[in-house]
T-cell receptor
Framework: DTEVTQTPKHLVMGMTNKKSLKCEQHMGHRAMYWYKQKAKKPPELMFVYSYEKLSINESVPSRFSPECPNSSLLNLHLHALQPEDSALYLC??????????????FGPGTRLTVL | AQSVTQLDSQVPVFEEAPVELRCNYS??????LFWYVQYPNQGLQLLLKYLSGSTLVESINGFEAEFNKSQTSFHLRKPSVHISDTAEYFCAVSGGGSYIPTFGRGTSLIVHP
């Protein structure tokens, strides 16, 4: 099983709402990532979890709050977002956050629209 | 620090024609190189990667890329493209103390019938 799943596929929310994005993998990977991708742009790294601990936070605004409840799950909690936060949010996992040779496996993404 | 340059933002070709998507990187240390493909409304998928050894790497669907250290390039080629190859292609580099891949801006391959 080389699949990373993400729910929901689409999400529309107002600026005062609170919502969560979910990501799951069962490949035994110990590194998990959140990326934000705008149309026709490369993915931008937001957060990295290594062995369930937050290891990288790329200066992401506090309205985005990641959580890694266990080695298979990764959540991204959203609160008081802005319209410019509308994007495709991608989750990825890799065997480890090692020396850079591990392949990242991406989920299909959640298309987020903030009204 | 390392960086990746994908020189072409868009490459239009006709079906069954050959194609080359260019990727150059800059790094002062040994690197690992990747090509990812993103089909419309999907996540990224690994197409192929170079870690070490043979400088020519191949994917299962006919793409190949050659690592050229002297020219710091990792261009992606396919001798005959199909309509289904229409997608966004991202070159990425990691290694040398940077665990997280750095992505290029992407090249949109558009295959016309």
């Amino acid at each position: 099983d080389t699949e990373v799943t993400q729910t929901p596929k689409h999400l529309v929310m107002g600026m005062t709402n609170k919502k969560s994005l979910k990501c799951e993998q069962h490949m035994g990977h110990r590194a998990m990532y959140w990326y934000k991708q705008k149309a026709k742009k490369p993915p931008e790294l937001m957060f990295v979890y290594s062995y369930e601990k937050l290891s990288i936070n790329e200066s992401v605004p506090s309205r985005f709050s990641p959580e890694c409840p266990n080695s298979s799950l990764l959540n991204l909690h959203l609160h008081a977002l802005q319209p410019e936060d509308s994007a495709l949010y991608l989750c990825a996992s890799s065997r480890t956050q090692g020396a850079g040779q591990d392949t990242q496996y991406f989920g299909p993404g959640t298309r987020l629209t903030v009204l | 620090a390392q960086s990746v340059t994908q020189l072409d933002s868009q490459v239009p070709v006709f079906e069954e024609a050959p194609v080359e998507l260019r990727c150059n990187y800059s790094s002062s240390v040994s690197v690992y190189l990747f090509w990812y493909v993103q089909y419309p409304n999907q996540g990224l998928q690994l197409l192929l990667k170079y870690l070490s050894g043979s400088t020519l790497v191949e994917s299962i669907n006919g793409f190949e890329a050659e690592f050229n250290k002297s020219q710091t390039s990792f261009h992606l080629r396919k001798p005959s493209v199909h309509i289904s190859d229409t997608a966004e292609y991202f070159c990425a580099v990691s290694g040398g103390g940077s665990y997280i891949p750095t992505f290029g801006r992407g090249t949109s391959l558009i295959v016309h019938p």
